[in-house]
Structure formats: C-alpha cells, structure tokens
C-alpha cells in the first residue's frame, strides 16, 4: 500500500496555514508542519484532535536561512519527500508608507516574505525535479498584484512573491514540478484581525483552504482568490455540501 501524501507547510500556526493543514489531513494527507510558535502549534494540533502519526512539527524562523533550509531537509529525512510544498508564512506590519519608510521594518518584511519563501522551497526543488514531481505553492495576495498607498513593502514584497514563483515555474515545468501561485484577498484571520482590515464579509480561512487546495490539486498556474468569495461562499452555504465543495 502506498503510504498518504504528505504536504509541507509554513505558517503552520495561524490563520491561512492552519485551515489549509485541515483540509489536507481531512484528505488522509501526512502533513509537515513549520513555524516558530511550535508550542502554540502542538497545542492546536491537539485541540483539533489530530492523530500524532501523521504529524510532525517543525520549529524554524524562515527569515533565518539555515534554519528553515534545515528544517526542510529534516522534514525530507524523517518524513520524505513531500508532494506539496507551500510557502504560507508571512507578516504584514499595518501601515508602512513609501515615503516615511522604516527601512529595517522593509528588511523585515523581505526577509519573512521573499527570502524566506525562496529559502523553504529551496531544500525542495532539487529532489522534486529528480523525482518528477510535486507541487511548490508560493502565497501571494492581491496586494502584491497593484500597490496600495500606506502599504509599500507589504505589496512590494508580494509582487515579488508573484514573479518570483513565475520564474520558477517556467524552471520546474521540464521536471514535470508544478509550481502555483495563489493571491488571496482578504480573509479573516488573526493578520487581518490584528491590522483591523475589517468588513462584513470577509471570507473565512476554511473556505479560502478549500479553493486554494482545489487550485493546487489543479495545478493551477495563478490563482487570484478574492475577498468577494466570502459572499459567494456564504450564499453557496445554503446548498448542499457536495455542490458547496463543487463550486467554490
Ligand atoms: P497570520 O498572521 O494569521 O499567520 C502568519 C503565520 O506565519 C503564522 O503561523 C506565523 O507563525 C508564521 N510566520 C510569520 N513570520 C514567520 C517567520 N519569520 N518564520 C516562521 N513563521 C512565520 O497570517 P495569515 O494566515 O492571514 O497569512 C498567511 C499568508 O497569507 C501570509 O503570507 C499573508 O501575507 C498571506 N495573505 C493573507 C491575507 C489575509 O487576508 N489573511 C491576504 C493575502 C495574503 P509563528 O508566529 O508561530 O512563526
């Protein structure tokens, strides 16, 4: 018998990472956990009742090279090689303006958001293309698509996101190693909570996971997907599960 697939993910203790983390085990998937709030993450594994088999965590800070770089090649050696990477960890710090810059909050937000996502896929790619397959999953978001005043190294760094992951898609294509790109709008989450980014209906991280993993199942090459999903995810509520699943 095959054993399940397993999926790596950064970002793992909040938000996004987390919801994304439920749909994959809810498929029978392993999963590879990583952030640095390894305490607070073992303990929302437990909360959700997760069986520890099919659970590792990984304690690391992708801003520090060596150490996410290390923990993916812990996870390739106690786990495997996984079929799905995703580069989920990232920080937004509310309001940074382009003309009053704090340039070290700039290199903080590069460091988590671009040299962290290039660093955790970095220890992956090598082995997947060898092996002719995987997916790496890069988070972008809207923002990264058009600046937004008050928001500049957020958005810069995103749009980086975004090209970055093209540069290596168009790379890892001849490997048969699909690389996707998903740029979410808003969302409810503890980020969106803590910068007050609040409307009614924001989408919730279970429906956002629920697109997003159907987009890289697909091997979707860009998956924008907005907050006005959160609407349509309320109205598609009041069908049937099946056609839910279907269509979001
Ligand atoms: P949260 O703030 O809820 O979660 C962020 C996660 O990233 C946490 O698990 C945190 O874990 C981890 N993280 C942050 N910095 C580091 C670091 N240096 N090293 C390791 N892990 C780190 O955010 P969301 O879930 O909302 O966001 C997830 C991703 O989605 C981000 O890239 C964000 O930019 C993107 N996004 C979110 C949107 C939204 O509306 N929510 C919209 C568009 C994009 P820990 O602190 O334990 O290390």
Redesign the pocket.
Known sequence: MNPAPLVYI????????QAMALQYYARGWQLAL????TE??TRWTQEQGLDAARVRIYG????QVDAIVEAGRRCIAEQGLPEVVIA?????VGIDSAIYEDLAVMQRVYA??NI?LAATFHPFITPMNQRGRGSLVG?????GIRGLPGHAA?CSS?AAVISYCESLRGECRPFGVRVTTI?????D????R?NR?HMPFLMS?ESFAMAAVRSIEAGHRFRVIPWQMGVVARVLRLLPGALYDRLL
């Open positions: 950064t970002g793992a203790s909040s938000g996004l990472g990583v952030a640095r709030r607070e993450l690391a800070d992708v801003s989920n960890a990232g920080i937004s988590t958001n962290g988070i972008a978001s809207v923002a957020y995103k740029a979410p709008g808003y969302i989450t503890p980020l969106t803590k980014y991280a």
